[in-house]
């Protein structure tokens, strides 16, 4: 027995160093609450706490406005949130809150006006410091030169739109969303009026967008009636992904930066095969580590789950998830990526599906905060 344990001792002792440098060497997960800012169809925003652990939310407060803050962006690393002012009768605006890192609340520390109408939606570009809002009801996108502690800075550029399209309501150009290229050098702007993806040139020194040579348009167009909505770009930039909401698609093209140009790859429908209600795409995403892309499917309530072919950035259909209400507007994962929200526009509701982190499956898990007209998330930390 004495010399069967001289014999194991050196092994446990090297299985137990072993265990010991990699449980250092893995860091550590922040299971810290998370706070999700909701925004709405009304003069409000809902502030919810997340738990990480457990996936519980949480409502905190409701926060009264002077603004329609349809949709909010949270700085990437700075304790700002925006909002955007979606009026369909004025100007559109962006308002800059700073948040209270210990109990979440917003303080508003300024706006600028985006010269445009509805201002339906933004993104921002950490590099060059600029906000880009999409003014749904002008046709337009502005670019904003925000300041270096986060607030709001000058308005850059507004570029107008047109076109339009056999739907009723593409009487007109629509931009719905705005997003900068890998590159830093374009601008995508989907607009769901024009049925056109339309391409811009960006300078970072000016922070303004201009349009590309004016006889060899860089615009894709899209089929007719599809309503192009939002559009993002995979993790390794050489493949963009777009959800249409009128037709119900996800396409998925190829990004070439060095001609700014968009080029098909595929198209599949988001609707499945035996849909009753009407079609309706709402918002996409890409998964952190880029194997999967989720859709919301708004006509039927769900959350559809793709993997990504990484060779050809081709996807295909694995999952459709219920998304736990109605009318899921859109959705976010959190900062550990194990739950995505969902905000159903329809039950007023926010809802947490757990993700697999190894399959990208969702699974419903029965929470959810109350939050009326809840149309877009924000996450902070």
Same mark, same amino acid.
């Given at each position: 027995?004495?010399?069967?344990?001289?014999?194991?001792?050196?092994?446990?002792?090297?299985?137990?160093?072993?265990?010991?440098?990699?449980?250092?060497?893995?860091?550590?997960?922040?299971?810290?609450?998370?706070?999700?800012?909701?925004?709405?169809?009304?003069?409000?925003?809902? =502030?919810?706490?997340?738990?990480?652990?457990?996936?519980?939310?949480?409502?905190?407060?409701?926060?009264?406005?002077?603004? %329609?803050?349809?949709?909010?962006?949270?700085?990437?690393?700075?304790?700002?949130?925006?909002?955007?002012?979606?009026?369909?009768?004025?100007?559109?605006?962006?308002?800059?809150?700073?948040?209270?890192? =210990?109990?979440?609340?917003?303080?508003?520390?300024?706006?600028?006006?985006?010269?445009?109408?509805?201002?339906?939606?933004?993104?921002? @570009? *950490?590099?060059?410091?600029?906000?880009?809002?999409?003014?749904?009801?002008?046709?337009?996108?502005?670019?904003?030169?925000?300041? @270096?502690?986060?607030?709001?800075? *000058?308005?850059?550029?507004?570029?107008?739109?047109? #076109?339009?399209?056999?739907?009723? %309501?593409?009487?007109?150009?629509?931009?719905?969303?705005?997003?900068?290229?890998?590159?830093?050098?374009? +601008?995508?702007?989907?607009?769901?009026?024009?049925?056109?993806?339309?391409?811009? %040139?960006?300078?970072?020194?000016?922070? *303004?967008?201009?349009?590309?040579?004016?006889?060899?348009?860089?615009?894709?167009?899209?089929?007719?009636? /599809?309503?192009?909505?939002?559009?993002?770009? #995979?993790?390794?930039?050489?493949?963009?992904?777009?959800?249409?909401?009128?037709?119900?698609?996800?396409?998925?093209?190829?990004?070439?930066?060095?001609?700014?140009?968009?080029?098909?790859?595929? /198209?599949?429908?988001?609707?499945?095969?035996?849909?009753? /209600?009407?079609?309706? #795409?709402?918002?996409?995403?890409?998964?952190?580590?880029?194997?999967?892309?989720?859709?919301?499917?708004?006509? =039927?309530?769900?959350?559809?789950?793709?993997?990504?072919?990484?060779?050809?950035?081709?996807?295909?259909?694995?999952? %459709?998830?219920?998304? #736990?209400?109605?009318?899921?507007?859109?959705?976010?994962? @959190?900062?550990?990526?194990?739950?995505?929200?969902?905000?159903?526009?329809?039950?007023?509701?926010?809802? +947490?599906?757990?993700?697999?982190?190894?399959?990208?499956?969702?699974?419903?898990? /029965?929470?959810?905060?109350?939050?009326?007209?809840?149309?877009?998330?924000?996450?902070?930390?």
């Amino acid at each position: 027995m004495m010399q069967f344990l001289r014999s194991t001792l050196p092994i446990f002792a090297l299985l137990l160093a072993a265990a010991m440098y990699a449980s250092a060497a893995m860091p550590a997960q922040d299971t810290s609450p998370e706070f999700v800012y909701v925004g709405t169809q009304a003069n409000r925003i809902e =502030e919810l706490r997340l738990d990480p652990a457990s996936g519980e939310l949480t409502h905190i407060a409701t926060i009264s406005l002077d603004i %329609r803050p349809t949709w909010l962006l949270k700085h990437p690393r700075l304790p700002v949130l925006y909002a955007v002012d979606d009026e369909s009768n004025k100007l559109g605006s962006v308002t800059a809150f700073s948040i209270s890192e =210990e109990t979440g609340q917003l303080s508003r520390v300024g706006a600028v006006a985006t010269h445009g109408v509805g201002s339906t939606h933004l993104t921002f @570009d *950490a590099h060059s410091n600029t906000l880009f809002a999409a003014n749904y009801n002008s046709g337009s996108v502005s670019s904003i030169a925000n300041q @270096d502690d986060g607030n709001v800075g *000058a308005l850059a550029s507004t570029i107008n739109e047109r #076109g339009s399209g056999p739907n009723r %309501r593409q009487m007109s150009a629509h931009a719905h969303s705005a997003v900068v290229d890998p590159s830093g050098g374009y +601008v995508l702007v989907p607009d769901l009026g024009a049925d056109r993806v339309f391409v811009y %040139r960006f300078n970072h020194a000016t922070r *303004a967008l201009t349009a590309l040579d004016a006889y060899h348009s860089h615009d894709f167009v899209m089929p007719f009636g /599809s309503g192009p909505r939002h559009i993002i770009f #995979g993790a390794d930039g050489r493949f963009a992904y777009l959800i249409t909401e009128l037709s119900a698609d996800v396409i998925v093209f190829r990004w070439d930066a060095s001609q700014g140009r968009l080029a098909l790859v595929q /198209s599949l429908p988001v609707s499945s095969a035996v849909a009753e /209600s009407g079609k309706s #795409g709402a918002e996409l995403a890409v998964s952190r580590d880029g194997r999967f892309v989720y859709v919301a499917n708004r006509g =039927e309530n769900e959350i559809v789950v793709y993997s990504v072919d990484q060779a050809s950035g081709r996807l295909s259909e694995m999952q %459709r998830a219920n998304s #736990g209400g109605i009318k899921p507007w859109s959705f976010g994962i @959190d900062s550990s990526g194990r739950w995505l929200l969902v905000a159903n526009q329809g039950s007023g509701t926010v809802s +947490v599906l757990a993700i697999d982190p190894a399959t990208g499956a969702l699974k419903n898990t /029965s929470v959810s905060a109350k939050a009326s007209t809840a149309v877009s998330l924000a996450f902070s930390r």
